[in-house]
Nanobody, 126 residues
């Protein structure tokens, strides 16, 4: 049974930083994908950053490139999203997600993610 638990959300001003963590249990890192997704009020859930756990290959949505960094600490069973230079458009509920079915080096769309955390709120004020 895979369980994901997010922490680290909060409220910051524009330009601030937050570090989100996702504690994972029951997950096999040898062949899978983990990622961070977000959903703002009234909008669809969207991918923020993903990582192919076997090779550490990362991918980011254009809006966060250069500001966010995804990393995986397998020894600590923790997925991290370091968020810098936050802007109001980053305000959303952030979710950690995972699956065990990558297609080569591709993690695939949101629908491929079978395991989800409960989410942590990030609010950025101007």
């Amino acid at each position: 049974q895979v369980q994901l638990v997010e922490s680290g959300g909060g409220s910051v001003q524009t330009g601030g930083s937050l570090r989100l963590s996702c504690a994972a249990s029951g997950y096999t890192y040898s062949n899978g994908c983990m990622g961070w997704f977000r959903q703002a009020a009234g909008k669809e859930r969207e991918g923020v950053a993903t990582i192919l756990t076997s090779e550490g290959i990362t991918a980011y949505r254009d809006a966060v490139k250069g500001r966010f960094t995804i990393s995986l600490d397998m020894a600590a069973n923790t997925l991290v999203l370091q968020m810098n230079s936050l802007i109001p458009d980053d305000t959303a509920m952030y979710y950690c997600a995972a699956h065990q079915s990558p297609r080569g080096t591709l993690c695939g769309p949101l629908a491929a993610y079978l395991y989800w955390g409960q989410g942590t709120q990030v609010t950025v004020s101007s």
